[in-house]
């Protein structure tokens, strides 16, 4: 059981270019979550879904796309990445539908992106 | 809509009892308030979580009060193992089917020897 995996755990980089951060997880949660990491912001949510095929804007999902290609697999894709998506990006699961603070959020180990 | 505010750090040493405070005016009503801990080059996992008054389990206590605007995290004795970043996580206020998640903005905990 490795609960949520995130692929990969670094990356580089230079503005303009696309990428696709992969996340799985494997506890059979209904739910997901991608946010980011900024010093200083705590985490933000940039997008999440409460089951396969749906997804929902979050706090800064401006400039990300992310696809829920099953119910274990919530891809993030930045189509032209820039200087300020330089930051940790955390994957997360729940059991639940993600609407509540009950709902107890598992995270994955995080993947470093600098864009230059 | 909610907004938490936490302080940005702390500093206590071993065998200290530490209390974080989290504030969060205009929390729904039937919104719990879950604080999670994360150590460096992880993610946060789940400490503790509550509705009213008073909740411990084996790692701490989270005391709520009757208004529910803040709530606090409460470590007793640490140890240098518990220097972290503390997170409070509270629903936006809108409740049911359009409620979102906000995370605070962490409370970097060092403990020294």
């Known amino acids: 059981n490795a609960g949520v995996t995130q692929t990969p755990k670094f990356q580089v980089l230079k503005t303009g270019q696309s990428m696709t951060l992969q996340c799985a997880q494997d506890?059979?949660?209904?739910?997901m979550y991608w946010y980011r990491q900024d010093p200083g912001m705590g985490l933000r949510l940039i997008y999440y879904?409460?089951?396969?095929?749906?997804?929902d804007k979050g706090e800064v999902p401006n400039g990300y796309n992310v696809s829920r290609l099953n119910k274990r697999e919530f891809s993030l894709r930045l189509e032209s990445a820039a200087p300020s998506q330089t930051s940790v990006y955390f994957c997360?699961?729940?059991?639940?539908?993600?609407?509540?603070?009950?709902?107890?959020?598992?995270f994955g180990p995080g993947t470093r992106l600098t864009v230059l | 809509l909610a907004k938490t505010t936490q302080p940005i750090s702390m500093d206590s040493y071993e065998g200290q009892e530490v209390n974080i405070t989290c504030s969060h005016n205009n929390i729904a009503t039937n919104d719990y308030i879950t604080w999670y801990q994360q150590f460096p080059s992880q993610g946060p996992r789940f400490i503790i979580q509550?509705?009213?008054t008073k909740v411990t389990n084996e790692v701490a206590s989270l005391f709520i009060p009757a208004d529910r605007k803040s709530s606090t995290l409460s470590l007793p004795r640490v140890s240098l193992s518990d220097t972290a970043v503390y997170y409070c996580?509270?629903?936006?206020?809108?409740?049911?089917?359009?409620?979102?998640?906000?995370f605070g903005t962490g409370t970097l905990l060092a403990v020294q020897p």
């Open positions: 997360a699961s729940s059991e639940g539908l993600g609407r509540s603070s009950t709902d107890t959020q598992y």
């Open positions: 506890m059979n949660h209904n739910s």
């Open positions: 996580l509270v629903g936006d206020g809108r409740g049911g089917a359009t409620n979102k998640l906000i």
């Open positions: 509550g509705y009213k």
């Open positions: 879904s409460a089951s396969e095929g749906t997804t």
